[in-house]
DNA sequence: ATAGAATATGAGCACATTCTAATATTGTCA
DNA sequence: TGACAATATTAGAATGTGCTCATATTCTAT
């Protein structure tokens, strides 16, 4: 675990927590690309308004994104541009040339190795 | 969100849902190092015996790991090799050299922005 | 066969998350 | 001011997580 501090574990777990949601990791890739307003966001993802809204807030409760309003419209970004990385990364994983990690699927039954 | 299909984003929110907690994500480093056995995990993180084992059973049907028994031992390592850029990423982005994201701490208390 | 080491599993409580529906807030415009 | 658009907040039920304690399983060695 060279050079990961338990303290920052802390810190990155926040971070995680924040992102492992359906909705809101498809906020943070869309984000990553340009900052965008709740409609747009919301009309990219689909989602119900106030869900959406309400996932936007744990989001920047969390540390991962920042907003300002303008006039009615109120507009979302990374809240460090470092954060991108982390979508290149999952999509070099799951979307990669090279086919890697193919989980089991979700939940067979149960059991599996061993 | 170019290249990040759906399909995708959800497989890869189930992998972050495995390692968003601190102790899962302890291990996923741990492991991102080398293979260990169960009780070298617990000594090197510290944790309860029947909690790890639950959190390595988590984190195995997520697909995140697989294990080997040797005797009275098992083995756990990660199910590709690919998942160590994830706590590559989380390094680079939480122990910068750059000192890059800097989130609002836990939650204050609520409301901040806006 | 028995005992002990290394792991896994199950029960159950406490607490966190997520979603929906209703309502509040803020800003614009006629 | 009143109506409308864009967002945010609240409330509450439903579901999911994480922890501990007790117990089961698997091996090995005697």
Redesign the pocket.
Known sequence: MTGFPQEKIHEATRAL?AVA?E?RLAVLCHLSERPM???EL?AATGA????L??????MRLMGLLT?E?H????TYRLADPAFARLTETLKSIYCSPTGAACPGEDPPSK?ST?
């Open positions: 927590r949601h909705l307003t709740v409609s919301q119900v308004q106030s869900n809204s309400q996932h936007l807030a744990k907003c309003r006039s009615q419209q109120v059991r061993l």
